[in-house]
């Protein structure tokens, strides 16, 4: 059974940083995009990064390009996502996604889920 499950979240002030970590299991993704969404409350689940199956390739929402960096590591099967500069409006549940096709560059809109962390930027 693949699980995917997120950590590094909490509380923290405005300018100041995180890491969250996304362990897989149940399958090595060392053939598989993965990327990083989030939800704010009362809004839709969006998209904030991605990472090509060979970690070459990386693609950010523009809001968050210059300050969030993903990056993984295939042989823990675990994905990264190093946030600077945090901002008020970055507050959200974030997720880590799996994309099920190999050997894609990008995360499409059918991918594995974890349950998600949350993250609060305090002003």
């Known amino acids: 059974q693949v699980q995917l499950v997120e950590s590094g979240g909490g509380l923290v002030q405005a300018g100041g940083s995180l890491r969250l970590s996304c362990a897989a299991s149940g399958r090595t993704f060392s053939r598989n995009a993965m990327g990083w969404f989030r939800q704010a409350p009362g809004q839709e689940r969006e998209f904030v990064a991605d990472?090509?199956?060979?970690?070459?390739?990386?693609h950010y929402v523009d809001s968050v390009k210059g300050r969030f960096t993903i990056s993984r590591d295939n042989a823990k099967n675990t994905l990264h996502l190093q946030m600077n500069s945090l901002k008020p409006e970055d507050t959200a549940v974030y997720y880590c996604?799996?994309?099920?096709?190999?050997?894609?560059?990008?995360?499409?809109?059918?991918?594995?889920w974890g349950q998600g962390t949350q993250v609060t930027v305090s002003s």
């Open positions: 990472i090509s199956w060979s970690g070459v390739s990386t």
């Open positions: 996604a799996a994309e099920k096709v190999e050997y894609t560059n990008y995360v499409t809109m059918n991918p594995y």
